[in-house]
């Protein structure tokens, strides 16, 4: 079976890790505070704050934009739960909005149907590694937070995502572009924002209190990234490698991943199809052949909240398959994972 996704590990990681837990400084320490610099100089800000989780990174995000239990925050449909949870841990309220149904990103022109004056920041995912139209987002004057969980390295019109708004959230889980196996950064160039973030974090040996969080990361983990993040150009390459290789030999059979040119340095973190009917008997004939092909989302927000449907998260929800992409796979892989695309396609038809 080749696995959906995996992570990218070699015997440098291995060794870089190996060195950290000789030293015998293993918790919160100086390799973090490096990571934190060198993750933050790669995007193009002044700071960052490393974190337990991506979804730790954004709840300190919105603790440090004063976000509170009287806000309504803005967020895609299309996500993972783990957005939806961070809005929840601050006690405000989930506003959805739907997504476009090309790029799968939020949707600016829902977002702006929606806004009133209670919308006070709304989370942006670049996802499954495509940028989302910031421009038009950014024209709202809603205070933004970058999600950039699955796309580090992605960029907007020659910049890395992350670098257009007031602050930013990454997620390092074991199966994301780059990995420290779990943990996650809030960035910034607001040295205030930073300083708030870290106050929260480091909730120990503090001269007054009020309630902050264990959500601090290792230097093991921290070393894994470091060694990851020199990679990081690597994985993107490879990614692209790939997703070219599946436009090419897929292209005539379902719609592809959106990718609009230099505008969008897309890093494919997911190689996430349409087919036209028949999602529910490709994903059970793909794991019959041996791939392990899956839905991006697992399931739309809307449909545990019972709130109002969104029209296009339902159609690309029904439709989008996600193929495995990753830097380990061999071109013997790639060629099984076409062909059994290929022969999942017709055998629908």
């Avoid at 990218?8 to 990571?35: C, M, P, W, Y």
């Avoid at 967020?75 to 476009?100: F, H, Q, R, W």
């Avoid at 008997?281 to 392990?292: A, D, M, P």
Wanted: proline share 5%; charged share 20%.
């Amino acid at each position: 079976m080749i696995p959906h996704s995996r992570p990218t590990i070699d015997e440098h990681d291995v060794t870089t890790v190996s060195n950290t837990l000789r030293t015998g400084n293993i918790a919160q320490g100086r390799v973090v505070e490096k990571f934190e610099h060198a993750l933050a100089d790669y995007i193009g800000l002044k700071g960052g704050v490393a974190t337990s989780s991506g979804t730790a990174a954004l709840h300190l995000a919105f603790l440090a934009l004063g976000i509170t239990k009287n806000d309504i925050v803005a967020i895609p449909g299309y996500v993972c739960t783990a957005v939806l949870n961070a809005v929840n841990y601050v006690g405000a309220t989930p506003l959805l909005i739907d997504i476009d149904p090309d790029t799968f990103n939020l949707d600016a022109t829902d977002l702006r149907r929606k806004q009133n004056p209670q919308v006070k920041a709304v989370v942006v995912p670049h996802i499954f590694g495509l940028a989302a139209n910031m421009e038009e987002i950014t024209k709202l004057g809603i205070p933004v937070i970058e999600d950039c969980a699955q796309s580090i390295g992605a960029t907007y019109k020659k910049k890395k995502v992350g670098s257009f708004s007031k602050i930013s959230i990454f997620s390092f889980y074991a199966t994301k572009i780059m990995t420290t196996g779990e943990g996650g950064m809030v960035a910034s160039n607001s040295a205030a924002l930073m300083k708030k973030a870290r106050d929260l974090r480091d909730y120990d040996n503090q001269p007054d209190y009020h309630v902050r969080y264990n959500y601090k990361m290792t230097d093991i983990q921290a070393a894994l990234g470091i060694s990851q993040l020199r990679r990081l150009p690597h994985f993107i390459k490879t990614r692209r490698e790939i997703a070219n290789k599946y436009h090419r030999e897929l292209k005539d059979l379902c719609v592809l991943p959106a990718n609009y040119g230099e505008d969008w340095g897309h890093i494919y973190y997911r190689y996430v199809i349409k087919l036209r009917h028949g999602l529910k008997s490709f994903l059970k004939l793909s794991k019959e052949k041996g791939i392990n092909c899956e839905r991006p989302v697992f399931k739309p927000l809307h449909r545990y909240l019972s709130t109002p449907n969104l029209p296009n998260t339902d159609s690309v929800w029904e439709q989008a398959a996600s193929i495995p992409i990753y830097p380990t796979l061999t071109e013997k892989n790639t060629d099984s994972i076409i062909q059994c695309v290929k022969q999942a396609i017709w055998d629908l038809r």
